[in-house]
C-alpha cells in the first residue's frame, strides 16, 4: 500500500497531464511484452492480441530498451519527463541526461542487465550510449507503438473529459476518490494499492503531476528535486468498451474516426495532431474531410482556427459509442 499525504498546498497544485507520455509508454509498452498483464488493472481490449503478435520479435524490436527494463519494477528516471509528451523531444531529453544521472540509474539494474556493452556505454555516457538509446527508442516506437498511438490517444481523450467532469462537480476531492477504483482518499491521505511494501509518501508542498498511461500495471511515483511529484495511474476503460475508432473505422478509417472522437471538446489543428498522434498536415487534411462532411465547423481564432464537432458530428459519435 503506498499512503500519499497531502499539505493544503498540495491539494492546491494537482496538476493531470493532457496526454500520455509517448516515452514513458514505450518503456512500459515493453515491460507489458516482457512481462504480461501482472498488476490489478483489468488489461486493454485488444491488447492481449497485440501482445500475442509482437512478443516473439520483442527483443529485436526492443533493443536497448528491453535491457534498461528493471526486473525488480518500477522505471528509470530518464524515461520520466512529465511535461514533454512528444516522443522526439522526450528522447532527446533521455539521451541528453547528465552521465552521472545515467550512470546512478543504470547501477539499479540487476548484473545480468549491466553486462550489456551498450549499458557499460551509455552508463560512461557516451555519445555511442546516447545514439543507440536515442536510436532504439524511436525504432521501437515506429515499428510496436506508432499503429497503436491512435486508439491510444482517443482513449487519453475521454479520460481527460471525465477527469474534468470529476473535478468541476466535485473539486480536487472527487478528483481523487475517483481517479481509479480501489484507490481511497480520505483526506488528506491517498490510500493507492500497490505491490510494494507499505510506504509513506509526503508530497511537502511540492505538488502532483498525475500522468495518464495506457500500460501502467501498477501505480509508479517520481521526484525530481525543485520539481512537482509525478504519479502514473491507468487511463480508465470502460466495463463494456466500444471505441469510435473500433466501430467507425470501417467507415472513416482509424486515424480519421480517432480525428473525430478527439473533438468531443474543441481544439486547433495543432491540439488535435497532438491529440491522436499524427502530423500536422495530417491533421489539416482530416478535419477538412470531416468539415466538408459536415460532421465538424472550423472557426478562425486570430492565427490558428478551432474545430468543433457539429450535431452530426455528436449523434454519429455518440451513435457509435453506446452498447
Not at 8 to 35: F, G, H
Amino acid at each position: 500500500m503506498l499512503r500519499i499525504h497531502f499539505t493544503q498546498a498540495d491539494l492546491r497544485q494537482v496538476t493531470v497531464a493532457p496526454v500520455p507520455n509517448a516515452l514513458l509508454e514505450a518503456a512500459l509498452s515493453v515491460r507489458y511484452l516482457r512481462t504480461g498483464p501482472t498488476g490489478t488493472v483489468r488489461s486493454r481490449p485488444g491488447l492481449a492480441q497485440w501482445r500475442k503478435t509482437i512478443v516473439r520479435s520483442v527483443t529485436p524490436r526492443a533493443g536497448v530498451l528491453l535491457d534498461l527494463d528493471p526486473r525488480q519494477g518500477g522505471l528509470l528516471d530518464f524515461f520520466i519527463h512529465p511535461t514533454t509528451p512528444e516522443l522526439h523531444a522526450g528522447v532527446e531529453l533521455a539521451a541528453m541526461t547528465p552521465a552521472t544521472e545515467l550512470s546512478a540509474e543504470i547501477a539499479v539494474l540487476d548484473g545480468r542487465q549491466r553486462e550489456n556493452s551498450v549499458l557499460r556505454e551509455l552508463a560512461d555516457g557516451t555519445p555511442k550510449g546516447r545514439q543507440i538509446l536515442a536510436r532504439d527508442t524511436l525504432r521501437y516506437f515506429d515499428s510496436t507503438l506508432a499503429a497503436l498511438w491512435p486508439q491510444m490517444q482517443s482513449t487519453a481523450v475521454a479520460d481527460r473529459a471525465l477527469r474534468a467532469e470529476a473535478l468541476l462537480r466535485g473539486g480536487v476531492d472527487a478528483l481523487l476518490a475517483t481517479l481509479v477504483p480501489g484507490w481511497h482518499w480520505k483526506s488528506p491521505t491517498w490510500h493507492v494499492p500497490s505491490p510494494c511494501n507499505p510506504t509513506d509518501l509526503y508530497l511537502d508542498g511540492d505538488g502532483l503531476i498525475l500522468i495518464p498511461s495506457y500500460f501502467t500495471q501498477s501505480p509508479m511515483y517520481g521526484h525530481r528535486p525543485g520539481e512537482p511529484w509525478t504519479l502514473t495511474y491507468p487511463l480508465h476503460t470502460e466495463e463494456h468498451p466500444v471505441h469510435a475508432a473500433d466501430t467507425l473505422g470501417p467507415l472513416l478509417g482509424r486515424t480519421r474516426a480517432a480525428v473525430l472522437a478527439s473533438l468531443r471538446h474543441p481544439a486547433t489543428t495543432t491540439e488535435t495532431a497532438d491529440r491522436v498522434g499524427i502530423s500536422l498536415p495530417s491533421a489539416s487534411q482530416h478535419t477538412t474531410v470531416l468539415r466538408n462532411a459536415g460532421l465538424i465547423t472550423t472557426t478562425r481564432t486570430g492565427t490558428a482556427v478551432l474545430h468543433t464537432l457539429t450535431p452530426l458530428g455528436t449523434a454519429l459519435l455518440q451513435n457509435h459509442t453506446t452498447t
